[in-house]
Nanobody, 120 residues
Framework: QVQLVESGGGLVQAGESLRLSCAAS????????MAWYRQAPGKQRELVAE???????NYADSVKGRFTISRDNAKNTVYLQMNSLKPGGTAVYYC??????????????WGRGTQVTVSS
């Protein structure tokens, strides 16, 4: 059993910053890539940023230069530093991790999400 728990969401004004965290726990042998997605009301879930075990990163064009994804492999935790937030960033932010469990079983796990609201 694997759990991903996000934290750090909240209400901020445009231009301000937030830092999201997502901690994975359970019978985890290792984690390959970790990522942040978001889903705004009435829209599909979209990839915001991802980071693989080597540290390589990938960002959505809409957040490049403003968001930074990082991870602490020892803590099985991924972070998303969000600067210069815009009202369009209002969404539920979800954490996703591709994990390898003890025994070799692989699975894609999702957190329950954390709400980010950016006021203008």
């Amino acid at each position: 059993q694997v759990q991903l728990v996000e934290s750090g969401g909240g209400l901020v004004q445009a231009g301000e910053s937030l830092r999201l965290s997502c901690a994975a726990s359970g019978s985890i042998f290792s984690i390959n890539d970790m990522a942040w997605y978001r889903q705004a009301p009435g829209k599909q879930r979209e990839l915001v940023a991802e980071i693989i075990s080597s540290g390589s990163t990938n960002y959505a064009d809409s957040v490049k230069g403003r968001f930074t994804i990082s991870r602490d492999n020892a803590k099985n935790t991924v972070y998303l530093q969000m600067n210069s937030l815009k009202p369009g960033g209002t969404a539920v932010y979800y954490c996703r991790a591709h994990v390898i469990l003890y025994g070799g079983y692989r699975s894609a796990e999702w957190g329950r999400g954390t709400q980010v609201t950016v006021s203008s």
